[in-house]
């Protein structure tokens, strides 16, 4: 797959979804402990490193970082 660059922490859009690499290091009520990019139905990516999320066109999102879209995958 092409390496997308990845989505930081710092970027605005990032920041507008509370976006954190490290899911375990976001401070926001809403996030359930184990969920992550890797179980977010809007993840394209495998279950470690990088892939791309649906809602950052053109980035990759960490299959263990968080945003606040988080919505688990359906089986
Ligand atoms: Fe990760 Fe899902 Fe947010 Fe995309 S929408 S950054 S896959 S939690």
Redesign the pocket.
């Known amino acids: 797959a092409a390496d997308l660059p990845h989505?930081s922490d710092t970027d605005p859009t990032?920041k507008a979804?509370g976006?954190v690499e490290d899911a375990s290091k976001s401070t926001d009520p809403k996030r359930k402990p184990g969920?992550?990019?890797a179980n977010?139905?809007?993840?394209t990516g495998g279950p470690t490193g990088f892939g791309p999320?649906?809602?950052?066109p053109g980035k990759s999102?960490?299959a263990n970082?968080?945003?606040?879209?988080?919505?688990v995958k359906k089986a």
């Open positions: 989505l990032a979804l976006y969920d992550t990019c977010c139905q809007f993840f999320c649906q809602l950052f999102v960490s970082g968080w945003c606040v879209s988080h919505a």
